[in-house]
């Protein structure tokens, strides 16, 4: 399915809560932005009250340990983004400007979720700009061990084929492979939260990270089980979030995309990865436009022009 028209928010809203990774509260606006604007992240609260403006794109990315990282620590960075990128992505969003305080989006309850919620509350309006896909030509790969991700050509949509492996019982081995839509991914994929083995949380803390996770914002997995009382939302949880935290990561391609997504035993290293491969050479990808019918409004189902050049990609 091919969206046509471009989207942003009907009005700003705001969230505020904790990193997950920090520790600290974080209060976080995302503001409606015109089209072509794409997303945004304006860092505020930073020494000598200066602002920073950082674009969601895998060209600002600095850190891929435990959560995605846009920006410069040293100059203002945000981190942990992947969640709130996979909900407007996965709700065919294209245009948002995201006013921060702090260095980590919020946590919230771990999922996209969330997010949503927040997005329901104000709205999704129909801009008069035609909607520009970045297309997979060719297939690109990367490996690590025995763990790979993979872009490969898919002219009509945007599919993920995502499958973990873990030794232990609680989780073993998981695969979920779906066709994006905003249905797909509220049904499917924007409930699955983060997780995390109770065996590591002393030497993340002592590495300063998860500071902010709690059973109200993680799945604990202990040596017998999953340690949260109300137990998992989905049967496959895991491998769902690893599919969201994909579908976050990818969006810092900048455009939607139109190809496949595959990947064993990935996370946003691998994520971060190919698209860095993906953009290694021009005649990889082209960018097109969308063209829509009749009947115009979010959602529909357009076909594709032809490819327009886009240096800013390279």
């Known amino acids: 399915m091919k969206q046509s028209q471009q989207t942003t928010l009907r009005a700003a809203v705001t969230l505020v809560g904790t990193g997950v990774h920090s520790g600290d509260e974080v209060k976080m606006i ?27 794109r895998h060209l600002a990315v600095t850190a891929t340990e435990l959560c995605t990282v846009i920006g410069d620590r040293d100059t203002g960075a945000v981190a942990t983004i992947e969640h709130l990128m996979a909900a407007l992505t996965g709700l065919g969003i294209d245009n948002v400007l995201v006013e921060i305080d702090g260095p980590e989006v919020p946590i919230l309850d771990g999922s996209s979720a969330p997010f949503i919620d927040a997005i329901d509350q104000v709205g999704i309006a129909v801009q008069g700009a035609t909607r520009r896909y970045l297309k997979v030509l060719k297939s690109v790969r990367v490996t690590q061990g025995k763990a790979f991700a993979e872009l490969l050509p898919n002219d009509r949509a945007f599919r993920l084929d995502v499958e973990i492996d873990f030794p232990t019982p609680v989780i073993g081995r998981q695969r979920k492979a779906v066709e994006l839509s905003p249905s797909v991914f509220r049904r499917e994929i924007s409930r699955a939260r983060t997780f995390g083995f109770m065996r590591d949380v002393e030497k993340l803390w002592s590495a300063g990270f998860a500071l902010g996770a709690s059973l109200e914002n993680t799945v604990a997995i202990g040596d017998d089980g999953i340690m949260n009382p109300e137990g998992l939302r989905y049967a496959d949880e895991f491998v769902r979030h690893k599919l969201l935290d994909a579908v976050g990561d990818l969006s810092l391609a900048g455009l939607p995309l139109l190809g496949t997504y595959r990947s064993y035993c990935g996370g946003h290293r691998m994520n971060f990865s190919v698209l860095e491969a993906l953009f290694s050479s021009r005649s990889n990808y082209a960018i097109v436009d969308a063209v829509p019918r009749r009947e115009t409004g979010y959602a529909d189902i357009g076909s594709v022009a032809a490819s327009v050049l886009a240096p800013e990609m390279h």
Request: hydrophobic share 45%.
């Open 30 to 56: 995302l503001h409606p932005a015109e089209a072509s604007h794409g997303i945004a992240f304006l860092r505020t609260g930073l020494p000598g009250g200066l602002d920073r403006l950082i674009d969601a």
